[in-house]
């Protein structure tokens, strides 16, 4: 595809892709990112130029992009919601209260160094309570996968938590 047809699209269908993302969302600020990174995939890609073709691409790309934007924030608010600590502060002395947001605020930064597969599987598994199996059925994967998501974040915790045992 010519930077010319390129550009061709673009002014005809970025609005019209935009659109439909905000209407799906109801952020215009979501919806124009979105419409940004669909079309550089599309740049990226380097389809043939087909009208028709490219178009029905395009809110393919849009549709997916959105979606993956969707469960990413999914997730993100399940693990902010999951970090709520309980501490009864009267009975903690200051030494311990600052020991536990040291804690604290390692395990939040190492569940945002997490993969979104493997934060995906690890809070469904310890925060959800659902088995191996269950995950996999779930996500669509095999519990080969699961194991293996669930084994990479329990090292990165055991890293980030300093924990030997």
């Given at each position: 595809?010519?930077?010319g047809e390129f550009k061709e699209l673009f002014d005809e269908q970025?609005?019209?892709?935009r659109n439909y993302i905000y209407y799906r969302s109801g952020d215009k600020e979501l919806a124009t990112d979105i419409a940004q990174d669909v079309f550089m995939k599309f740049w990226e890609k380097d389809f043939e130029f087909h009208p028709q073709k490219n178009v029905g691409l395009l809110y393919k790309l849009a549709t997916?992009?959105?979606?993956?934007?969707?469960?990413?924030?999914?997730?993100?608010?399940?693990?902010?919601?999951?970090?709520q600590f309980k501490l009864n502060d009267e009975t903690i002395?200051?030494?311990?209260?600052?020991?536990?947001e040291q804690l604290k605020n390692k395990y939040e930064k190492a569940l945002t160094e997490m993969s979104e597969k493997q934060r995906?599987?690890?809070?469904?598994?310890?925060?959800d309570g659902f088995k191996q199996a269950e995950i996999a059925e779930q996500l669509g994967i095999s519990i080969k996968a699961v194991e293996k998501r669930m084994?990479?974040?329990?090292?990165?915790?055991?890293?980030?938590?300093?924990?030997?045992?």
């Open positions: 595809m010519t930077k970025f609005d019209r892709i997916d992009l959105f979606i993956s934007r969707y469960r990413h924030s999914k997730t993100e608010d399940n693990y902010k919601s999951f970090v002395q200051p030494d311990e209260l600052m020991e536990y995906t599987v690890f809070l469904l598994s310890r925060h084994k990479n974040a329990l090292s990165l915790l055991r890293l980030r938590l300093n924990y030997n045992g």
